[in-house]
């Protein structure tokens, strides 16, 4: 059998994974914003290295949700106890939209205070957090039909509108659509990351967790079955968006095979789709497979350091990108229009992993005095 922290290098080695292709994307974002891509990406016109660029960014939302409540589990089975696994997801949660509101929106916009705040993808983890832990009292039939109803039927809403309710509208913009939440002239909101299908995502790793990682699974056994649950949402995305019914947005063939390759992975985020959910867990069931036969090796070590303090860098990353970006007008001015920006998508590969390297010590030092001090409960949320 495995051990609670065997169990948690191979999860925090995909986390880390994840949150260093997420600063890819951040990157992106920061010194690239005179080629902003919408979402779904409009084939002509889009580079190919920018679009597969952005393709592998999609892996990073749905794998840390599935992962945030496969830990929830994790966390309950080391404890035994769902009032205390209830609690932590509750104030974590709350702790994350804290965050969300005051200190990630402010290095994004780099104002204090702001006329506009953006719910992003810290305040999705942090609300589905929230409603996990009124959930996790449920059955695990319950929860395992609550969590697919939803993956599977959110689509079924995407024409639904309450634009002659206001109040039902602002709910809907939370829930389901992107939209403005707007307070007179004072402050608005802008719902990027709509919750209702992350509460799905967030409860189906709650329930992974449940049925792979019990006491009577042996590692053997967890990987097949993980890597039956990977094949099984990979193979079921192909068959989907082969019948091109249902799901996301039609794809089609194209002038070139590779255009036609990006058609059919061009996959809606904002809210996640089916389809969407269905590709990037089953990619990340398999690699967390993958990351469990190698988590013992010396090189796997950096990606278990960066995914043991993943708030942590997210939040160091952004300030140190925003204060980076400043740095780079001042010394050169706007390149692009009203941006400053590099020319090539390989600089922004090549400045991440310069990011990389530079954070990596401070990580290291950081994830050693949270594993040390585990009496400080902040830490914890970190």
């Not at 006491?215 to 990977?230: E, M, P, W, Y």
């Not at 954070?359 to 949320?381: D, E, G, Q, T």
């Amino acid at each position: 059998m495995s051990t609670p922290s065997q169990r948690l290098q191979a999860i925090d080695a995909l986390r880390g994974l994840v949150i260093l292709i997420m600063m890819v994307d951040h990157v992106r974002e920061t010194f690239y914003l005179h080629q902003q891509v919408p979402d779904p990406m409009l084939i002509p016109g889009t580079e190919e290295s920018l679009f597969f660029s952005r393709i592998l960014a999609h892996l990073c939302a749905p794998v840390f949700v599935v992962l945030t409540g496969l830990s929830a589990y994790l966390y309950q089975a080391k404890n035994n106890s769902v009032q205390m696994t209830r609690e932590f997801l509750l104030k974590r949660g709350l702790f994350l939209i804290f965050l969300e509101l005051i200190i990630i929106n402010f290095a994004w916009t780099g104002q204090f205070p702001p006329d506009v705040i953006y719910l992003q993808v810290i305040w999705a983890i942090g609300l589905s957090m929230v409603v996990l832990a009124g959930l996790i009292g449920l059955s695990q039939k319950w929860l395992w039909v609550i969590s697919l109803s939803i993956i599977f039927g959110h689509n079924a809403l995407d024409q639904v509108s309450f634009s002659q309710i206001p109040i039902l509208q602002n709910l809907w913009f939370i829930l389901h659509e992107r939209g403005w939440i707007e307070f007179g002239d004072l402050i608005r909101f802008r719902t990027s990351y709509p919750v209702l299908p992350w509460i799905g995502v967030i409860t189906l790793g709650y329930c992974i967790g449940h049925t792979v990682f019990n006491s009577t699974h042996d590692v053997a056994k967890r990987n097949q079955i993980l890597l039956g649950f990977g094949l099984a949402s990979i193979s079921l995305f192909i068959v989907l968006r082969m019948i091109n019914l249902y799901g996301d947005q039609a794809w089609s063939v194209m002038p070139t095979s590779t255009e036609t390759v990006m058609s059919f992975l061009n996959l809606t985020k904002y809210p996640p789709s089916l389809l969407f959910i269905l590709w990037n867990v089953g990619l990340g069931l398999i690699l967390l497979v993958l990351l469990q036969k190698v988590e013992s090796k010396p090189w796997i070590k950096p990606l278990i350091v960066f995914g043991s303090v993943p708030m942590f860098f997210y939040i160091v990353h952004l300030y140190v990108l925003k204060t980076l970006y400043l740095i780079a007008v001042a010394l050169f001015g706007t390149t692009h229009g009203e941006y400053f920006g590099v020319d090539h998508v390989s600089t922004l590969w090549l400045i991440s992993i310069i990011l990389t390297v530079a954070f990596y010590p401070l990580m290291l030092k950081f994830s050693a005095f949270k594993h040390k001090n585990k009496h400080i409960r902040i830490l914890k949320y970190l």
